[in-house]
Each structure stands twice: as structure tokens, then as C-alpha cells.
């Protein structure tokens, strides 16, 4: 891809972001693009990052530290785990990235806080959600965020910044009740703790309405990027 064509697709992102903002009632928060850049090669990475683009979010452990060894010259960059997480990844997670986007379960969360380097600020995290409560979907139920919310802070190398979802791929017609919860889960996990200020939801196709919902945090993959290979 040309230089220009990467600088084109940043914009209209941003483009789109910008105006979903500016239709909410209070134009506080900043919106952050998560970049997401699965599967795809580090001179990307670079091109969005030379752009001014500085978070960017990995599913695949070792793919995500391929490239977080090869760019690290880029003192700034912001890594983002947002994919499954298996018990004997956690170390590697710990050592490596900056936020995790998708904890859900006691046993991760403490396993992140006992391996994160000490030389290390703590790890930024955010509990995954199962808003449309499928359950092949990972995530908890919003009935069960307090009580873990209140486990993890405990855990003094997590910070806790806030909640995500992965929303169905399929257009489902209760988006908008889903966001809808997910905007007042965060409202009052924010309200107990001062650390909460991310709410990571929406992706290309309904990043206007999450915004409109409050997200503070929108995921893009291959708008940015093209299409993955299966
Ligand atoms: C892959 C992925 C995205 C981006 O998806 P695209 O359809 O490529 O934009 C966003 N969030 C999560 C959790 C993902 O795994």
C-alpha cells in the first residue's frame, strides 16, 4: 500500500470518530482509535505509527510480540491485547503489553498481576462483557462486573481503566439495548473507581452508535489494514 492510501484510510476514521463525537450531548472525553493490526506485518504498524497513530491492538500472543520486539525504537507505540486468554499465555501477555482488553476470569487477573515485571507501571485492564449473553461468547454477564470489578482492584499491579465488548458480527437488532446497558455499567463502574475511564466498544460498522453510547474507545482492523487472511 502507498503512503497515501494508509494517510487516506486514517483519515476517514478519524473523520467518522469526529463527527460522532461532536453529536453527543457533552463533547468530554477524548475518543482513542484502537488500530487493530492482527495478523498484519510490523512496516504497517510503522505507516499507521508515522501517521501519528499510537495504540494498536493484537489477538495472537506471539504475533502480537513479534512485532512489539521489532518496533520497539518507538518508545510511545501502545499495545493492546484484545484476543482469548489461555492460562499459559498470561506471562508472555504481562511481559509485553500495555492494556489487556479482554480479562473476564479470577484466575487471569491474578496470574497478569503476579507476573507483571515490577520495572513495569501496572497493567491497564478492561473487563470483557458478553452483552448479547450468547454463551459461546466469552465475557461476563453485566450482572456479575461489580463483583469482579471489586476482585480485581485488589490486585495492586492492575489498574482497572474500564469495560469492553465484542459486539455480533451479524447485525443484531438489540445493538442498541446492548450499548445501551454497556453505557450504564460503565457510568456507575466509573462512579467507584477513579481509575475507570475507558469504555472500548464498537467497531466499523457501528462506531457512530457505540460513540453515541459513550464509548471512549472504537477497534478497527480492516478498514485500516485491508482483509485478513482466513
Ligand atoms: C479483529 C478485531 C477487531 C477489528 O475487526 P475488523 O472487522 O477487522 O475491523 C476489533 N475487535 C476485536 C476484539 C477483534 O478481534
Redesign the pocket.
Known amino acids: 500500500m502507498s503512503k497515501q492510501i494508509y494517510a487516506e484510510r486514517l483519515a476517514c476514521i478519524q473523520a467518522r470518530i469526529a463527527k460522532a463525537q461532536q453529536q453527543r450531548p457533552t463533547n468530554d472525553a477524548e475518543i482513542k482509535l484502537?488500530a487493530?493490526s492482527?495478523t498484519k506485518p510490523a512496516h504497517m504498524v510503522e505507516a499507521y505509527y508515522a501517521l501519528g497513530q499510537r495504540a494498536f491492538?493484537e489477538?495472537y500472543v506471539q504475533d502480537g510480540i513479534d512485532k512489539i520486539q521489532a518496533l520497539e525504537h518507538l518508545s510511545d507505540i501502545e499495545w493492546h491485547f484484545?484476543?482469548p486468554i489461555q492460562s499459559n499465555k498470561t506471562r508472555a501477555i504481562a511481559e509485553h503489553f500495555d492494556w489487556v482488553?479482554?480479562v473476564c476470569r479470577a484466575k487471569i487477573a491474578a496470574r497478569l498481576h503476579e507476573q507483571r515485571p515490577p520495572h513495569l507501571p501496572p497493567l491497564n485492564v478492561l473487563i470483557q462483557v458478553n452483552i448479547s449473553c450468547e454463551p459461546q461468547k466469552a465475557g461476563l454477564l453485566l450482572e456479575d462486573v461489580a463483583a469482579f470489578a471489586a476482585e480485581l482492584t485488589q490486585h495492586k499491579r492492575l489498574t482497572l481503566r474500564g469495560l469492553?465488548c465484542?459486539q455480533s458480527?451479524d447485525h443484531d437488532e438489540h445493538l442498541s439495548e446492548q450499548f445501551q446497558a454497556m453505557q450504564e455499567a460503565f457510568a456507575a463502574l466509573k462512579q467507584q473507581y477513579t481509575s475507570v475511564d475507558t469504555l472500548?466498544m464498537g467497531?466499523?460498522?457501528d462506531l457512530e452508535q457505540a460513540i453515541a453510547h459513550a464509548s471512549t474507545q472504537v477497534?478497527?482492523?480492516?478498514?485500516?489494514?485491508g482483509?485478513?487472511e482466513k
Not at 477497534?219 to 489494514?225: K, M, P, S
Open positions: 484502537l487493530v492482527k491492538g489477538n484484545i484476543g482488553e479482554t469492553m465484542i458480527a472500548s467497531m466499523s460498522s477497534r478497527i482492523g480492516t478498514d485500516l489494514f482483509p485478513r
